[in-house]
């Protein structure tokens, strides 16, 4: 059994930044590559990021790239989201995945965390 916690969501102003983290417990996820999504009010949940096992393979959605960046600390059985530059439209509850490959995480991950709310100020 893998269990997710998302952490590091609030309210910030357009322009700031935050830092998200998922904490896995239960069991490793050193071997699993992982991911982030989020889902805004009204819509379907969509991808945002992934990272591969040995962070070789990254890959964004387009609206986030060169302002979010992914990253994983398997020591810490931690993901990480780097958020900068937010704007209104990132406001959305931002949960985080594990799958067995980047391929897995975009389109049926293994195992989902709970999510934590982005609220972002105009």
């Known amino acids: 059994q893998v269990r997710l916690v998302e952490s590091g969501g609030g309210l910030v102003q357009a322009g700031g930044s935050l830092r998200l983290s998922c904490a896995a417990s239960?069991?490793?996820?050193?071997?699993?590559?992982m991911g982030w999504f989020r889902q805004a009010p009204g819509k379907e949940r969509e991808f945002v990021a992934t990272?591969?096992?040995?962070?070789?393979?990254?890959a964004y959605e387009d609206s986030v790239k060169g302002r979010f960046t992914i990253s994983r600390d398997n020591a810490k059985n931690t993901l990480y989201l780097q958020m900068d530059s937010l704007k209104p439209d990132d406001t959305a509850v931002y949960y985080c995945?594990?799958?067995?490959?980047?391929?897995?995480?975009?389109?049926?991950?293994?195992?989902w965390g709970q999510g934590t709310q982005v609220t972002v100020s105009s």
């Open positions: 995945a594990a799958g067995p490959s980047t391929q897995r995480v975009r389109s049926a991950p293994d195992y």
């Open positions: 990272i591969s096992w040995n962070s070789a393979i990254t």
């Open positions: 239960g069991r490793t996820l050193s071997t699993r590559a």
